[in-house]
C-alpha cells in the first residue's frame, strides 16, 4: 500500500544550502534511495545524490538519515512511521560537492599513507601459504566496502576538523590492524599506528561499530587489539627488556 511520504532534503553545495521540504510517494518494501529516485523523477531532477549497486556492496550512497550515518539503499521505509518526517542530509565529516553528495578524497589520502602489505623477503607470489585459523582473526576486515560510515561518524574528526591531518579514521586504523595480524606481513606497524595514524585520539566509543552496514567490529577486534599492541610495546617491562636485548644482538 502506497502513501505521501515526507520529506527533508538538503539541498545546496559548498557555498552553503538549506533543508527543502518535499511529499512523495512511499510503496510498501521501497528503501530511501528508492523514493529519493522518485523524487529526481517527478520533482527534482537536479538532486544530486551518489550511488551505484543498490545493495549495499559497494558503499557509494552514504549519507544521514535523521542524523544517523546510514547507506540509503539499505535503509527501508518501513522502519519510519508514515508521518515522520525522514531527513536525509550530506555527511558531516565531508565537504559537501552537492546536495548529498560529498567529497571523501580525505579517505584515499589516508589509504596511501599506509604502506602496503609486506611479506618475508624471498617469497616470491604464489609461494604465500596460510593456515584458516592464522587468517580468520583479520578475515572479518575484508568484508569493509568503504562506505566510510565510520570516517563520518567519528567524532575525532567529525567533531574536529583539525584533527584530519593526524588521524586515519577507524577505517583505515582497522586496515593497519589487518596488516599487523596477517601471519605473512612481516612490516612494524604498531608505533606508526600510534604516531603517524592517530591512534592515541582514539578513544573507543564504538560508534563506528554502531553504524558499520557489513557488522564488522571495529572497535573490539581491531582498536582496541591494537592500543593493547602499542601498550605492551611501550610499558610492559618484559616487552622492553626483550626488544632491548635483539637489538644489541643485532
Not at 612490516?187 to 558499520?212: F, M, P, S, W, Y
Amino acid at each position: 500500500m502506497s502513501y505521501r511520504g515526507r520529506f527533508r532534503v538538503w539541498r545546496g553545495d559548498a557555498d552553503g544550502g538549506a533543508l527543502a521540504d518535499f511529499q512523495v510517494e512511499v510503496n510498501e518494501g521501497e528503501v530511501v534511495l528508492d523514493v529519493l529516485h522518485r523524487l529526481q523523477a517527478t520533482q527534482t531532477p537536479d538532486l544530486a545524490v551518489r550511488w551505484n549497486c543498490k545493495a549495499g556492496k559497494c558503499g557509494s550512497c552514504s549519507a544521514e538519515i535523521n542524523g544517523r550515518p546510514r547507506l540509503l539503499c539499505m535503509t527501508r521505509m518501513s522502519v519510519f512511521e508514515r508521518d515522520e518526517v525522514v531527513t536525509v542530509t550530506p555527511m558531516r565529516s565531508f565537504p559537501v560537492i552537492r546536495d548529498l553528495v560529498t567529497d571523501v578524497s580525505f579517505n584515499y589520502s589516508k589509504a596511501r599513507e599506509i604502506p602496503s602489505f609486506t611479506p618475508p623477503p624471498g617469497l616470491a607470489p604464489g609461494e604465500y601459504r596460510m593456515g584458516q585459523v592464522d587468517v580468520e582473526r583479520s578475515q572479518e576486515f575484508r568484508k569493509c566496502i568503504e562506505c566510510f560510515l565510520c570516517q563520518d561518524t567519528c567524532h575525532v574528526v567529525r567533531d574536529h576538523e583539525e584533527n584530519k591531518r593526524s588521524f586515519a579514521g577507524p577505517r583505515f586504523l582497522m586496515r593497519i590492524a589487518e596488516l599487523e595480524m596477517h601471519p605473512l606481513d612481516v612490516a612494524d606497524r604498531v608505533q606508526a599506528a600510534q604516531d603517524e595514524h592517530g591512534l592515541g585520539l582514539c578513544n573507543i566509543t564504538k560508534c563506528c561499530t554502531d553504524v558499520c552496514p557489513e557488522g564488522i567490529h571495529i572497535t573490539d577486534n581491531a582498536l582496541i587489539p591494537m592500543k593493547e599492541r602499542v601498550a605492551d610495546r611501550r610499558y610492559d617491562p618484559l616487552v622492553w627488556l626483550g626488544r632491548t636485548i635483539s637489538r644489541r644482538r643485532s
